[in-house]
């Protein structure tokens, strides 16, 4: 059974940092490109980061680009979002998904999904 576990949210000032986990089990992260994905109630689902599967090549969304930062860590079959300089924008719920091909924006690409973790920018 696969299953990906998002960690690492909670409540931070602007302009703090978080550092987004994402642990899997029954998979092998480094096998599987993994995008990181946000959502605000009533909205889309979008994706803002995604490691590729073959050579670990990043790709980010113009909203994060610059501030947040995609990581993996094989030996430990985690994927990490480092994010910087955090806005009242970037308040959402941040989910992880993997997908054996490639990166892909379209959150229906990715078979796998987290539960997501709550990140909340508020002074």
């Known amino acids: 059974q696969v299953r990906l576990v998002e960690s690492g949210g909670g409540l931070v000032q602007p302009g703090g940092s978080l550092r987004l986990s994402c642990i899997a089990s029954g998979i092998a992260l480094g096998d599987y490109a993994i995008g990181w994905f946000r959502q605000v109630p009533g909205q889309e689902r979008d994706g803002i980061a995604c490691?590729?599967?073959?050579?670990?090549?990043?790709l980010y969304a113009e909203s994060v680009k610059a501030r947040f930062t995609i990581s993996r860590d094989n030996a430990k079959n985690t994927v990490y979002l480092e994010m910087r300089s955090l806005k009242p924008d970037d308040t959402a719920v941040y989910y992880c998904a993997a997908q054996a091909d490639m990166c892909y924006a379209v959150p229906g690409r990715y078979p796998y999904w987290g539960q997501g973790t709550q990140v909340t920018v508020s002074s």
């Open positions: 490691i590729s599967r073959s050579d670990d090549s990043t």
